[in-house]
C-alpha cells in the first residue's frame, strides 16, 4: 500500500504496537516504540528505516506497556526527545505502575524521562506534514490520535483498527463515561477526510467507513452487555502474558489468575468463580479462539508475539 512520501509503517506482531517512521530533510520521528522485551528488535528496526540517521523526536500516542516499553532505548541510542499526551505525563513523572496498567497486569516497562507533552488542537511537525493532535478517549482516557490533512492520513493508535478498537479499561474499573467517549472518538474519524489509516495493531487500511461499522458495532455490543468488555479484556490480558512468558504451567494458573490484579478484579467484580473456574474458563475460551493450546502440562500461545 503507497504512503505518503517520508512515512514508513513499521508492522510489528504482538506484543508490541506498531511504528510509524516520519522522515524529512528537515528532520526524524517515530511514533510509538513497542514492547520493553522487543527493544532491541524495535532498535534495529528503526535504524533500518533511517538508513543511518539520527532519531530526533520520539512521540507516544498514548503509555501503554506495548506503546512506550522502548522509550529508554531509543533514548539511549539517539538521544532523541520524547514527547508525550499531556494526560500522561503526570503517571509517567511518578511512574504509577498501577495506573499504567504495569504491576497491575502483570507487564512491564524501562522507566523514561520525557521533554515535553502536547494536547489536543496542538499541531506537530513531523516528516513532511503538519499532523493534528486529536483526542482519543475510550481505550486510555487520555490517549491522542494524529491526523495529517495534506496527504488525508491518521494515526490512529488504539482508537479505531481495521477490526475494532483497543480494549475499554476505563470502563470496568468505574469511569461511567467511558461508552460515551469511545462513540464520540469513532464521531470524530467519521467527521475527518481520511484515505489511509495507521492503526496501532495491524495493517495500515484505507476502507475507513468498514471499519467504523465494525467498531461501532462492537461498542455496540459492549453497551447492551458491559460483562462482555470484561471477559474480553481477561482473554486479551491472559494472552498478552502468554506471549511475554512462552507458556505457564497449567497446575499454577489458578494461583496466577488470582495473584494478578486486572484478572483477580475481573473475575470478582464480573464472574465472580473459584480461581480454579475462572482459570478453566480462560483455557477454553482461548482454546476455543485458537489463540493457545495445552503442551506437556503448559499453556503456550499459537499466535505470534
Request: aromatic share 8%; with cysteine; charged share 25%.
Amino acid at each position: 500500500m503507497a504512503l505518503p512520501r517520508g512515512v514508513t509503517v513499521l508492522e510489528r506482531g504482538w506484543l508490541s504496537s506498531n511504528n510509524v517512521v516520519l522522515q524529512s530533510a528537515a528532520g526524524t520521528a517515530v511514533v510509538d516504540s513497542g514492547y520493553v522485551t522487543h527493544a532491541d528488535q524495535t532498535l534495529a528496526l528503526i535504524d533500518q528505516a533511517l538508513r543511518g540517521r539520527r532519531l530526533d523526536r520520539l512521540v507516544n500516542t498514548h503509555c501503554h506497556s506495548d506503546h512506550m516499553g522502548g522509550n529508554a532505548a531509543l533514548r539511549r541510542r539517539h538521544g532523541c526527545r520524547i514527547s508525550l499526551p499531556v494526560g500522561e505525563a503526570p503517571l509517567i513523572e511518578r511512574w504509577d505502575e498501577e495506573a499504567l496498567l504495569l504491576s497491575y497486569a502483570d507487564q512491564r516497562a524501562e522507566r523514561f524521562t520525557f521533554d515535553d507533552t502536547f494536547a489536543p488542537g496542538d499541531v506537530l511537525r513531523l516528516g513532511d506534514f503538519d499532523w493534528q493532535v486529536l483526542a482519543a478517549p475510550g481505550h486510555d482516557p487520555h490517549a491522542t490520535m494524529l491526523y495529517a490533512p495534506e496527504p488525508r492520513v491518521l494515526v490512529s493508535g488504539d482508537a479505531l483498527w481495521e477490526n475494532g478498537f483497543g480494549v475499554l479499561f476505563p470502563q470496568m474499573f468505574g469511569r461511567a463515561t467511558t461508552f460515551a467517549e469511545t462513540r464520540a472518538t469513532l464521531d470524530s474519524i467519521a467527521a475527518l477526510d481520511v484515505d489511509t489509516v495507521i492503526p496501532g495493531h495491524g495493517a495500515v487500511f484505507t476502507d475507513v467507513a468498514a471499519a467504523l461499522d465494525r467498531a461501532y458495532s462492537r461498542l455496540h455490543g459492549f453497551e447492551e452487555d458491559p460483562g462482555r468488555i470484561a471477559r474480553h479484556c481477561a482473554k486479551v490480558m491472559l494472552t498478552f502474558s502468554l506471549l511475554e512468558h512462552r507458556r505457564l504451567p497449567l497446575a499454577d494458573l489458578p494461583a496466577y489468575v488470582e495473584r494478578v490484579p486486572i484478572l483477580r478484579d475481573i473475575n470478582h467484580r464480573y464472574l465472580v468463580m473459584a480461581p480454579e473456574a475462572f482459570a478453566e474458563w480462560l483455557v477454553h475460551e482461548l482454546e476455543r479462539a485458537r489463540a493457545v493450546k495445552r503442551e506437556g502440562g503448559d499453556l503456550v500461545p499459537l499466535v505470534a508475539a
